[in-house]
Protein backbone atom coordinates (compact mmCIF):
# COMPACT_ATOMS: atom_id res chain seq x y z
CA UNK A 1 0.00 0.00 0.00
CA UNK A 2 2.89 2.24 0.32
CA UNK A 3 2.65 5.07 -1.73
CA UNK A 4 -0.63 3.91 -3.26
CA UNK A 5 -3.47 6.16 -4.04
CA UNK A 6 -6.74 4.61 -2.37
CA UNK A 7 -9.87 5.21 -4.68
CA UNK A 8 -12.10 8.37 -4.01
CA UNK A 9 -15.94 8.59 -4.18
CA UNK A 10 -15.89 11.90 -4.35
CA UNK A 11 -16.39 13.50 -7.86
CA UNK A 12 -14.55 16.24 -7.92
CA UNK A 13 -15.63 17.71 -11.28
CA UNK A 14 -14.34 21.20 -11.48
CA UNK A 15 -12.75 21.33 -8.46
CA UNK A 16 -8.55 21.68 -9.23
CA UNK A 17 -6.53 18.68 -7.93
CA UNK A 18 -5.11 18.66 -4.41
CA UNK A 19 -1.84 18.77 -5.69
CA UNK A 20 -2.04 21.93 -7.38
CA UNK A 21 -1.17 23.87 -4.02
CA UNK A 22 -2.07 27.38 -3.88
CA UNK A 23 0.09 30.02 -1.11
CA UNK A 24 -3.27 30.90 1.07
CA UNK A 25 -0.94 33.38 2.80
CA UNK A 26 -0.13 35.39 -0.42
CA UNK A 27 -3.89 34.35 -2.35
CA UNK A 28 -4.95 36.30 1.29
CA UNK A 29 -2.69 39.28 1.10
CA UNK A 30 -3.25 39.74 -2.18
CA UNK A 31 -7.38 39.79 -2.10
CA UNK A 32 -7.46 41.22 1.60
CA UNK A 33 -10.12 39.62 2.45
CA UNK A 34 -10.83 36.26 4.60
CA UNK A 35 -13.30 35.30 1.74
CA UNK A 36 -10.27 35.36 -1.02
CA UNK A 37 -8.32 33.35 1.48
CA UNK A 38 -10.70 30.61 2.21
CA UNK A 39 -11.39 30.69 -1.40
CA UNK A 40 -7.90 30.12 -2.39
CA UNK A 41 -7.91 26.83 0.56
CA UNK A 42 -10.79 25.08 -0.81
CA UNK A 43 -9.69 25.46 -4.53
CA UNK A 44 -6.95 23.88 -3.12
CA UNK A 45 -7.45 21.57 -0.89
CA UNK A 46 -10.81 20.72 -1.71
CA UNK A 47 -10.69 16.95 -3.18
CA UNK A 48 -8.10 15.65 -0.99
CA UNK A 49 -10.53 16.95 2.48
CA UNK A 50 -13.36 15.66 1.02
CA UNK A 51 -11.95 12.51 -0.18
CA UNK A 52 -11.06 12.00 3.67
CA UNK A 53 -14.22 13.02 4.68
CA UNK A 54 -16.13 10.73 2.42
CA UNK A 55 -14.09 7.55 3.49
CA UNK A 56 -14.65 8.42 7.60
CA UNK A 57 -18.79 9.33 7.14
CA UNK A 58 -19.10 6.52 4.37
CA UNK A 59 -21.15 8.63 1.56
CA UNK A 60 -20.43 11.48 -0.64
CA UNK A 61 -24.20 13.89 0.39
CA UNK A 62 -22.50 13.75 4.21
CA UNK A 63 -19.13 14.28 3.19
CA UNK A 64 -19.86 17.23 1.45
CA UNK A 65 -22.15 18.63 3.90
CA UNK A 66 -18.71 18.38 6.46
CA UNK A 67 -17.08 19.94 4.03
CA UNK A 68 -19.53 22.83 3.64
CA UNK A 69 -19.89 23.52 7.09
CA UNK A 70 -16.36 23.00 7.67
CA UNK A 71 -15.21 25.85 5.25
CA UNK A 72 -18.31 27.74 6.08
CA UNK A 73 -16.80 28.05 9.85
CA UNK A 74 -13.14 28.74 8.51
CA UNK A 75 -14.68 32.02 7.06
CA UNK A 76 -15.93 32.78 10.29
CA UNK A 77 -13.46 32.03 11.76
CA UNK A 78 -10.37 33.69 10.21
CA UNK A 79 -10.07 36.61 12.49
CA UNK A 80 -9.12 34.03 15.10
CA UNK A 81 -5.99 32.53 12.78
CA UNK A 82 -2.94 34.53 13.93
CA UNK A 83 -1.03 32.78 10.88
CA UNK A 84 -2.62 31.91 7.72
CA UNK A 85 0.21 29.20 6.98
CA UNK A 86 -1.69 27.51 9.49
CA UNK A 87 -5.23 27.88 8.10
CA UNK A 88 -4.63 24.16 6.51
CA UNK A 89 -4.31 22.30 9.72
CA UNK A 90 -6.83 24.82 11.73
CA UNK A 91 -9.40 23.40 8.90
CA UNK A 92 -8.23 20.08 8.93
CA UNK A 93 -9.59 19.35 12.68
CA UNK A 94 -12.91 20.14 12.35
CA UNK A 95 -13.67 18.15 8.75
CA UNK A 96 -11.98 15.40 11.34
CA UNK A 97 -14.39 16.10 14.16
CA UNK A 98 -17.21 16.88 12.25
CA UNK A 99 -16.64 13.56 10.36
CA UNK A 100 -15.92 11.36 13.61
CA UNK A 101 -19.31 12.82 15.45
CA UNK A 102 -21.21 12.12 12.22
CA UNK A 103 -20.39 8.24 12.07
CA UNK A 104 -20.83 8.27 16.19
CA UNK A 105 -24.59 9.28 15.46
CA UNK A 106 -25.04 6.81 12.81
CA UNK A 107 -24.30 4.10 15.08
CA UNK A 108 -21.40 3.08 12.83
CA UNK A 109 -23.65 1.99 9.79
CA UNK A 110 -24.10 4.59 6.60
CA UNK A 111 -27.31 5.34 5.85
CA UNK A 112 -26.91 6.14 2.27
CA UNK A 113 -25.65 4.36 -0.99
CA UNK A 114 -22.13 4.81 -1.82
CA UNK A 115 -21.62 7.25 -5.01
CA UNK A 116 -21.55 4.90 -8.67
CA UNK A 117 -18.12 4.38 -9.65
CA UNK A 118 -16.59 7.29 -12.87
CA UNK A 119 -17.03 5.63 -16.09
CA UNK A 120 -13.68 3.99 -17.09
CA UNK A 121 -13.11 2.71 -20.91
CA UNK A 122 -14.44 -0.25 -21.26
CA UNK A 123 -17.40 -2.48 -19.49
CA UNK A 124 -14.56 -4.98 -18.39
CA UNK A 125 -12.41 -2.01 -16.95
CA UNK A 126 -15.34 -0.66 -15.21
CA UNK A 127 -16.26 -3.56 -13.83
CA UNK A 128 -12.56 -4.26 -12.29
CA UNK A 129 -12.31 -0.93 -11.15
CA UNK A 130 -15.86 -0.91 -9.54
CA UNK A 131 -14.87 -4.10 -7.73
CA UNK A 132 -11.72 -3.21 -7.31
CA UNK A 133 -13.13 -0.06 -5.09
CA UNK A 134 -16.21 -1.64 -3.27
CA UNK A 135 -13.75 -4.13 -2.18
CA UNK A 136 -11.01 -1.45 -0.89
CA UNK A 137 -13.70 0.83 0.72
CA UNK A 138 -15.46 -2.41 1.93
CA UNK A 139 -12.20 -2.94 3.61
CA UNK A 140 -11.77 0.41 5.09
CA UNK A 141 -14.91 0.41 6.18
CA UNK A 142 -14.47 -2.70 8.83
CA UNK A 143 -11.63 -0.44 10.66
CA UNK A 144 -12.08 1.38 14.05
CA UNK A 145 -12.67 5.43 13.59
CA UNK A 146 -9.07 6.44 14.24
CA UNK A 147 -7.34 3.85 12.29
CA UNK A 148 -9.72 5.01 9.18
CA UNK A 149 -8.45 8.79 10.03
CA UNK A 150 -5.20 7.68 9.86
CA UNK A 151 -5.11 6.15 6.55
CA UNK A 152 -7.06 8.90 5.00
CA UNK A 153 -4.85 11.28 6.47
CA UNK A 154 -1.96 9.71 5.06
CA UNK A 155 -3.28 8.23 1.37
CA UNK A 156 -5.50 11.25 0.56
CA UNK A 157 -4.30 13.95 2.27
CA UNK A 158 -0.76 12.77 1.74
CA UNK A 159 0.18 14.37 4.80
CA UNK A 160 3.24 12.95 6.72
CA UNK A 161 3.22 11.95 10.62
CA UNK A 162 3.73 14.71 12.51
CA UNK A 163 1.33 16.61 10.06
CA UNK A 164 -1.15 13.82 10.94
CA UNK A 165 -0.64 13.43 14.61
CA UNK A 166 -1.10 16.59 15.28
CA UNK A 167 -4.40 17.10 12.98
CA UNK A 168 -5.63 14.29 15.11
CA UNK A 169 -4.17 16.06 18.02
CA UNK A 170 -2.10 12.19 19.38
CA UNK A 171 1.50 11.45 19.09
CA UNK A 172 3.84 10.73 16.38
CA UNK A 173 4.18 6.70 17.27
CA UNK A 174 0.46 6.20 17.78
CA UNK A 175 -0.04 7.43 14.26
CA UNK A 176 2.37 4.91 13.30
CA UNK A 177 0.45 1.97 15.56
CA UNK A 178 -2.92 2.96 14.23
CA UNK A 179 -1.21 2.94 10.12
CA UNK A 180 0.70 -0.68 11.04
CA UNK A 181 -2.77 -2.26 12.67
CA UNK A 182 -4.62 -0.89 9.81
CA UNK A 183 -2.60 -1.51 6.83
CA UNK A 184 -2.38 -5.27 8.25
CA UNK A 185 -5.89 -5.53 8.62
CA UNK A 186 -6.52 -4.19 5.04
CA UNK A 187 -4.02 -6.51 4.12
CA UNK A 188 -5.93 -9.18 5.35
CA UNK A 189 -8.73 -8.56 4.23
CA UNK A 190 -8.16 -7.95 0.67
CA UNK A 191 -6.22 -11.05 0.33
Not at 86 to 102: E, G, I
Not at 136 to 163: H, K, N
Request: glycine fraction near 8%; proline fraction near 6%; charge should be positive.
Amino acid sequence: MEGTRLPCVVGSAGVPPATARLDVTAAGARAGSPGEAVRALYHSHYTALACTAALLVGDVPTAEEVMQGSFIAMCGAWWRLRDASKALPYLRSPVMNQASSVRRGRGGAGRHARAPAPDVASAEENALALLERSSVLTALGTLPIRQRQVIGLRYYADLSEAQIAATLGIAPGSVKAHAACALSSLRAALR
